[in-house]
């Protein structure tokens, strides 16, 4: 298992009070939370900011609890997301999933639904509203691994070289990786896409 030997140390005097240790902890990180949170809010600025904060300062009152096991900003990516799910129901609203569109044609469609001007059919509406909500349903089933590598290639833009870098994996288990992923998440989503259709029909009984 890789130990950040890097990471373990800036939290070290993180945990110590080190105000250096801070300034270089904000710098690196907050820019790169806030693109992470923007992918998942579509778009908004205001509330991926907050998000971003949000992060930061839960990720200081857990520090102890950090192992170097991941790498510090993987291990802050975990708190975003989990920030971010929070956020978003808060607001009672959905957050878009910008990946896997050029494997699932039902989910570029529906995430071209979503970024299409909102129609006037309550029903039009409804089923929008659902289908990125099924997203982020099939992203928050998966197995902690595939979603990691899902979340690295298709919302941070990480290359498969980087990706088998982060896991000590070579490239070509990687890519077997990727592909077993993709198909978990797409047997889920269609799963939750037939439900959803089920239901539909009974309602219609």
Known sequence: MAIYLDDKKLVKQLLKGNERAFERFFEENFARLYRFALARLSDDPEAAREIAQITLARALRKLHTYRAEAALFTWLCAICRNETSE???????????????????????AVDSYQAPQESSPESLYRRTESIRLIQVAMDRLPPRYGDVLEWKYVEGRSVREIAGRLELGQEATQSLLARARRAFGEIYRTLIDGMDEDALRAKV
């Not at 956020?87 to 494997?103: F, G, M, N, S």
Request: glycine share 0%; hydrophobic share 40%; charged share 35%.
């Open 87 to 109: 956020w978003l129901r808060k607001q009672a609203r959905y957050r878009e999933h910008v990946v896997l569109t050029e494997d699932f044609p039902e989910i570029q469609a």
